[in-house]
């Protein structure tokens, strides 16, 4: 079980990596204009339609404060939040150490 989530974080971390480097290229393109992707338009690039679905499920199915909280999290940095978790399941799943 820890070899698998390590194998996660590091998967994550490595593709927030990749995003955080998208956006590098995509900022050099536009003239050193910063353009950062939030985690909706990452969503939106490999399905137009499912976070307009999705954000239409939310508004009407969950409270207004945890629906506010998942639009919220759409709109952050994708880097950011793959990344975060990615490092957070690392130090969770971390090498034990035993003392004797």
């Known amino acids: 079980m820890f070899v698998l989530m ?3 974080s590091l998967i994550l971390v490595v593709f927030a990596l990749m995003l955080m480097g998208g956006d590098v290229v995509t900022s050099l393109e536009k003239g050193g204009h910063i353009s950062v992707r939030s985690l909706a338009e990452v969503w939106e690039l490999f399905d137009k339609g499912g976070v307009e679905i ?3 499920w939310n ?3 969950l409270p ?3 629906a506010g909280a ?3 999290l759409l ?3 994708s ?3 793959v990344g975060l978790v990615g490092i957070v399941l690392a130090f969770l799943f971390g090498q034990k150490h035993e003392t004797a």
Do not use: E, M, S
């Open 79 to 81: 880097w950011l939040v």
């Open 64 to 66: 207004g404060f945890l």
């Open 6 to 8: 390590r194998l996660i």
């Open 59 to 61: 508004a009407a199915h």
């Open 54 to 56: 999705f954000k239409a």
């Open 75 to 77: 709109g952050v940095w």
């Open 70 to 72: 998942i639009a919220w």
